[in-house]
């Protein structure tokens, strides 16, 4: 008797498609095959069949996705060989930086060298880019702003435009070019195809969809994509944020970070106080000319500099995929230039990190940017002190074991004979030497440098319990206070970190503390609580006035009433 076969259900798998798949022309395909591209990345597969029909086409996806060739394809593709004198441009690309309209001429170039790509933007004299243009080109990559100069001096003619192209559209608009994108394309043909790419879709860019694309195809690939970094969150309070900044860098960096800030002081200021901590850092912003900062970025991705320190508008465009880690500095005012600043590391393939520092007063901007990007961040606190030593002793160690045999043997004999002699103490005088001395005491909660973090464990259930302990214990004012159900911790003064004895507690110094965690990242299930200062008794009798942020309890002068305002979130005694 046959049994009945059993049903196998079978999943049909959409093949990887590959670029001889497409429509495009032996020469492109050459073209590819030299540099070795044989599949196209996510975006190129979804727009290239519909731009190489003529299409006008609306996409979406990250910086460093492979937009570039997604037009630039179909631009090569479609337009042939011309050497006439004088001709006008047939392809217009416009970005935002001088950086990226560089990058993009540079993909063009290599991918269609059958055509003549001229560069414009601005920063640099007017005089070699018009004559330039006089000549006749095929391809305009430009910046808005000299773009647009160029129009009105009658040297830029766009009547004989194919194919318009605005790459990171969102970034424009960020940077105040809507009048003249919108101006430009009015100068073109109203029969061209047009290329929309932007990460985000703002207000603005979607009135120039609407206004100038024809029907176009909306490929959204934001939606689809997974975060390719890790972000995590820490609290540092802006005063002692330099130094937590420095400690991140050591802790979490690879080989490259870049570092957003709000103003250019600041970088500059960023650049020269991570440079004395020993980070190779420069900064980027915009009172370097082009070739300063075309320079700066050489050696950021030759490796000479590690760090790079810029503004939002500073570092748009440039497109360095090995980037490891992305600090924000400060919190940014919107989430699209959160999106944009964090997409710089996770790309190619590659895992990155994001650290976001913000400062006590900012946990409910911290909130709104999670609500708005739709991802928690991990809490952590800053890196202690004996992990930033461990990783630079660790890095010192891996160089010496680098270098060469010949210098090497040059120190062998003087380095057998300190070790002979037993000589820590030279050992120890070399290694603050590299590394730094002992440093400054700093909070484990907060990062705020002139406290120390007390573990106490034992029967403390609520904050009051240890104020009231502490304060029998003679310890003169209290910093944050955060209680779990592992242990209380204490931030003391320095000169109160010892010897503090309390009944029935083990009070000893917190190696680690616990970061704080939440069901919404707005109210922390851990009760964590700010400054508290009893520093004795005035000549009334009184106790000293109470600082800081409204929370938790509140005193309301030297001697006013407590009031118990409880928001479950971080409050300053």
Not at 134 to 149: E, I, Q
Not at 276 to 293: F, M, P, T, W
Not at 522 to 542: H, I, L, M, V
């Amino acid at each position: 008797v046959l049994e009945k076969p059993e049903t196998v259900l079978v999943e049909t798998v959409k093949p990887q498609p590959v670029f001889t798949d497409y429509p495009l022309p032996e020469h492109v395909l050459h073209a590819l095959s030299r540099k070795g591209f044989t599949t196209p990345t996510a975006i190129q597969a979804e727009a290239l069949p519909h731009a190489l029909k003529g299409k006008d086409v609306l996409g979406q996806a990250r910086t460093g996705t492979g937009k570039t060739l997604a037009f630039g394809l179909p631009i090569a593709s479609r337009l042939q060989e011309d050497h006439s004198r004088g001709r006008a441009p047939r392809a217009l690309i416009l970005t935002p930086t001088r950086e990226l309209a560089l990058q993009v001429a540079g993909e063009l170039e290599w991918v269609s060298p059958h055509l003549e790509v001229v560069t414009i933007y601005g920063g640099t004299g007017y005089g070699l880019q018009a004559g330039v243009l006089k000549r006749g080109c095929d391809v305009v990559v430009a910046t808005p702003g000299r773009a647009l100069d160029y129009l009105e001096k009658r040297i830029l003619s766009l009547h004989d435009v194919e194919i318009a192209v605005l790459d990171e559209a969102d970034e424009m608009l960020s940077m105040g070019f809507e009048e003249d994108v919108e101006t430009l394309l009015g100068a073109t043909a109203k029969e061209r195809q047009t290329l929309l790419f932007s990460a985000t879709l703002p207000n603005w860019a979607k009135k120039i969809a609407s206004e100038h694309l024809i029907n176009p195809v909306h490929i959204n690939l934001i939606r689809q994509e997974e975060v390719t970094y890790e972000e995590i969150a820490i609290e540092a309070p802006l005063k002692n944020r330099a130094g937590i900044l420095s400690d991140v860098l050591h802790a979490h960096h690879g080989a490259k970070a870049i570092i957003f800030t709000h103003t250019k002081a600041e970088t500059d200021e960023l650049a020269k106080q991570l440079t004395i901590s020993g980070h190779k850092a420069e900064a980027i912003n915009g009172d370097l000319n082009q070739v300063q900062r075309e320079r700066v970025i050489a050696r950021f991705r030759n490796g000479q500099v590690g760090v790079l320190i810029g503004t939002n508008v500073a570092a748009r465009g440039l497109d360095i995929p090995e980037v490891d880690l992305v600090i924000h500095y400060r919190i940014p005012s919107e989430s699209e230039a959160y999106q944009h600043r964090s997409g710089r590391t996770g790309r190619a393939g590659r895992k990155g990190k994001v650290v976001l520092l913000y400062g006590p007063k900012e946990i409910r901007e911290l909130a709104q940017l999670e609500r708005t990007v739709s991802r928690r961040f991990k809490r952590s606190t800053a890196p202690t002190a004996q992990e930033v030593q461990d990783v630079k002793l660790s890095n010192l160690l891996a160089n010496a074991k680098s270098q060469s045999k010949e210098n090497k043997a040059f120190w062998q004999e003087t380095a057998k004979g300190l070790v002979e002699r037993g000589d820590s103490d030279t050992l120890a005088g070399l290694l603050a030497m590299l590394l730094g001395g002992a440093p400054a005491a700093r909070s484990l909660l907060t990062g705020e440098e002139g406290w120390v973090t007390l573990r106490l464990d034992g029967n403390l259930h609520n904050v009051a319990q240890v104020v009231r302990r502490l304060k029998e214990a003679g310890v003169a004012e209290l910093g944050r206070i955060q209680v779990s159900n592992e242990a209380a911790f204490v931030d003391v003064l320095p000169e109160d970190a010892d010897g503090v004895m309390v009944e029935g507690i083990k009070v000893s110094r917190a190696k680690t503390a616990p970061a704080i965690t939440a069901e919404r990242p707005d109210r922390p299930r851990d009760r964590s609580f700010n400054r508290f200062e009893n520093r004795g008794s005035d000549s009334r009798g009184s106790e000293r006035g109470f600082r800081g942020r409204t929370g938790g309890q509140r005193r309301d002068g030297p001697r006013g009433n407590f009031s118990q305002k409880r928001r479950g979130q971080d409050s300053r005694y």
